[in-house]
T-cell receptor, first 110, second 114 residues
């Protein structure tokens, strides 16, 4: 079945870049997403990439997609303490149903 | 303001006492769904609805019911809650587009069943 995997934790120093990785198994995924969840809050869509793209940049965020390896990454440049949150990778295949990863907790320290 | 609202935000109840978590969206979205979030498991879909009176099971539907009598509302019903349904629940809505372009999530309902 469909599966999306992420590492559970990432710790970075303020000002450094963060790279959060995700692997998925469904080769027919059409959209891949990154969501951010701050403590006590719902999920906020950060960015998404269509499966026929290999890179998307949006201000401090860069998404890289390696379709051959089924690997997705989210790079946050100049990471700030406000970026501390749980980041979820998710994918869909021609439906509105999202398959989520387990989430990566990003901790930013001064 | 476009939003998805859920009520209550926090609920502590006892085993077997029926409860309903409400979800409402003001964006005229066709597609709505419920997810539960558990540590180490991410979010898993419970039920979804493609439109009024059209609902279907997600990945973890056991112990839950839903209804979609109006487009804006999609309540989640636990007829006889059990402790393994202690979780954080999210409602979401989106326009029904191939690929599911963007889903809007509610703020979450934290349920504890003792």
């Amino acid at each position: 079945g469909e599966d999306v995997e992420q590492s559970l934790f990432l710790s970075v120093r303020e000002g450094d870049s963060s790279v959060i990785n995700c692997t998925y198994t469904d080769s027919s995924s059409t959209y891949l997403y990154w969501y951010k969840q701050e403590p006590g809050a719902g999920l906020q869509l950060l960015t998404y990439i269509f499966s026929n793209m290999d890179m998307k940049q949006d201000q401090r965020l860069t998404v890289l997609l390696n379709k051959k390896d089924k690997h997705l990454s989210l790079r946050i440049a100049d990471t700030q303490t406000g970026d501390s949150a749980i980041y979820f990778c998710a994918e869909t295949h021609n439906t509105d149903k999202l398959i989520f990863g387990t989430g990566t907790r990003l901790q930013v320290f001064p | 303001e476009a939003q998805v609202t859920q009520n209550p935000r926090y609920l502590i109840t006892v085993t077997g006492k029926k409860l309903t978590v409400t979800c409402s969206q003001n964006m005229n979205h066709e597609y709505m769904s419920w997810y539960r979030q558990d540590p180490g498991l991410g979010l898993r879909q419970i039920y979804y609805s493609m439109n009024v009176e059209v609902t279907d099971k997600g990945d973890v539907p056991e112990g839950y019911k839903v209804s979609r009598k109006e487009k804006r509302n999609f309540p989640l019903i636990l007829e006889s809650p059990s402790p393994n349904q202690t979780s954080l629940y999210f409602c979401a809505s989106s326009l029904h587009l191939a690929g599911g372009y963007e889903q809007y999530f509610g703020p979450g309902t934290r349920l504890t069943v003792t």
